[in-house]
């Protein structure tokens, strides 16, 4: 079993910016993933990003790249997104998940509560 605690979350001005992190517990194997989903309402939720640990690169979604980035601290179980240039378009709950192997976009085998950004004047 694997718990995520997401954290980071808010309200935010557009243009400006938050940083998502995630923290991993449990049973956390050498080779995973870690991303973010997110939900807007009414919409389904949609990959953002995704980091794999033991091997590969971060994967974005082509809307985030160049405004997120998705890092790790390599000591811990912990993935961080750094969202810049918000907008409106950006509301919604982002869902930190982690995924056995390497695949960044396939079904996740555990998810977080979820943690709501919200960017408004």
């Known amino acids: 079993q694997v718990q995520l605690v997401e954290s980071g979350g808010g309200l935010v001005q557009p243009g400006g910016s938050l940083r998502l992190s995630c923290d991993a517990s449990g049973t956390i194997f050498s080779i995973y993933v870690m991303g973010w989903y997110r939900q807007a309402p009414g919409k389904e939720r949609e990959f953002v990003a995704a980091?794999?640990?033991?091997?590969?690169?971060?994967d974005y979604a082509d809307s985030m790249k160049g405004r997120f980035t998705i890092s790790r601290d390599n000591t811990k179980a912990t993935v961080y997104l750094q969202m810049n240039s918000l907008t409106p378009e950006d509301t919604a709950v982002y869902y930190c998940?982690?995924?056995?192997?390497?695949?960044?976009?396939?079904?996740?085998?555990?998810w977080g509560q979820g943690t709501q950004v919200t960017v408004s004047s």
């Open positions: 980091f794999p640990r033991g091997g590969g690169s971060p």
């Open positions: 998940y982690y995924r056995y192997g390497l695949g960044t976009r396939g079904t996740p085998n555990y």
